[in-house]
């Protein structure tokens, strides 16, 4: 397979942010690493990924070793994880390793998995090729091994749900089509997409999956993370609430995973900011462009309620747009980074989801959408552009929008039928 091949296929990393593939692995790394620390509470669906299509997972592992050039290959799973730990241990070639690492959060942030696996220190503002790795998610790899385009999904449906599980759906497929063959154990509910701490809420169940969709995790609407959320859904309120609340604690710095890391990262500084600033003349601290979005300081760290990590980030479009680096000297491991990292375990505690089974086997539902919305940009960078038209006749897998620009991806249709729309978001296609 070629750098071009994965490209066609509209390969994106469906682990988070969605980068293209192809321009990833357009380079030189003498290590490989496999993410597969799945960290966010409540989600399984790259566990059943290893557990029921291994030699896939690994041939697209293999494809990406050769086509970059590696020499060595890691595989980071957490050390919970037996029988996958058991099952790859028996497949995998001589120039492969698998580290286990603690069960700890956000141990799939790839920067801190890198450390964990290598020892390898990622400085602030750097990508993890310059330090010779770069990092695939177990479904990305899955893709590549598969050697098709990206026309379905998996995602873990959990929480308020009588049966977890991890499911596989067309992409474009809406929330409310998967949910209508789930029993939901709650009478008043929402929707978190992606995660507990990085996801999205949801406000309409017509919303749709994408190539990096992980999850669909059901709540009941008086839970403590419902409450989170909806406490800081707007900036306004972030605000607001840092300059009324904040004690400076700094607990969202002290027990911050890219802090701890020595990146100069401080929510606590962020939060202080925002105590003090105008919007025209803003106090910022571009050490804090190094924050990966976590949340932990926010979810977890915070003893006030507050939201370090909204701070934080309206810290860094305020940077952003000033265009401000950070200039620091190289960085080092903070001496309690092996004593503050967070059990799993103590998060979901803080979470309060020990209510719902923490369990998600691979079931076999039968999705048939009679419409699926293909969006133009489920990636990172330029949207793609439609190829199709209106009345158009397309089997799944045929190509529907192309990359546009060095930065997108291809997309494809995910059920056979015609084109009932095309706009610059999405092509919705009707089932025949």
């Not at 290590?31 to 409540?42: D, Q, R, S, W």
């Not at 990924?49 to 990406?64: C, K, M, Q």
């Not at 990622?122 to 590549?144: D, F, H, K, M, R």
Request: with cysteine.
């Amino acid at each position: 397979m070629t750098l071009s091949e994965i490209k066609n296929l509209g390969i994106i990393g469906a682990g988070g942010a969605g980068f293209p593939t192809h321009v990833k692995l357009d380079s030189s790394p003498d290590t490989v690493i496999m993410n597969a620390a799945e960290c966010e509470p409540l989600l399984h669906k790259d566990m059943q990924l290893l557990l029921n299509y291994p030699d896939d997972v690994l041939h697209g592992f293999e494809i990406v070793m050769q086509l970059t050039g590696a020499k060595q290959g890691i595989i980071g799973i957490k050390e919970k994880h037996k029988e996958e730990i058991k099952l790859l241990r028996s497949k995998i070639s001589s120039n492969i390793k698998l580290i286990e690492v603690e069960d700890v959060y956000p141990a799939g942030d790839e920067i801190t998995l890198i450390y964990m696996t290598t020892k390898r220190l990622v400085q602030p503002g750097a990508l993890p090729i310059s330090v010779g790795c770069i990092v695939q998610n177990v479904e990305t790899l899955y893709n590549i091994g598969i050697n098709k385009s990206v026309s379905d999904k998996f995602i873990s449906v959990a929480g308020a749900v009588e049966e977890p599980s991890t499911i596989r759906v067309p992409v474009g497929i809406s929330y409310h089509d998967i949910l209508s063959q789930f029993k939901i154990t709650a009478s008043d509910y929402v929707v978190r997409s992606g995660g507990l701490m990085m996801g999205v809420l949801e406000n309409d169940l017509n919303s749709v999956v994408s190539k990096r969709t992980g999850a669909i995790i059901v709540l009941p609407s008086d839970h403590y993370c419902v409450t989170m959320y909806r406490r800081y859904s707007t900036e306004h309120a972030t605000d607001i609430i840092a300059k009324a609340g904040c004690d400076q604690c700094s607990f969202c710095t002290e027990f911050c995973p890219r802090y701890l890391l020595g990146q100069p990262v401080r929510p606590e500084t962020a939060m202080r900011n925002r105590m003090f600033t105008r919007e025209e003349l803003p106090l910022l601290d571009p050490g804090n462009f190094s924050c990966c979005e976590c949340n932990l300081c926010t979810m977890y760290a915070c003893p006030e309620g507050l939201d370090p990590k909204g701070a934080t980030v309206i810290e860094k479009r305020l940077a952003k747009k000033q265009q401000l680096k950070w200039n620091g000297s190289d960085i080092t491991v903070h001496p309690m980074f092996d004593y503050r990292k967070v059990p799993t375990q103590k998060l979901m505690q803080r979470l309060d989801v020990f209510m719902f089974r923490d369990e998600g086997p691979l079931k076999d539902f039968s999705f048939n959408p009679t419409i699926v919305r293909i969006l133009l940009d489920q990636h990172i960078g330029t949207p793609a552009e439609s190829v199709v038209r209106p009345g158009d006749t397309v089997n799944k897998y045929d190509l529907i929008g192309k990359s546009v620009g060095r930065i997108s991806s291809n997309v494809h249709a995910s059920i056979n039928g015609k084109i009932a729309s095309v706009n610059k978001k999405e092509i919705i296609i009707q089932r025949d």
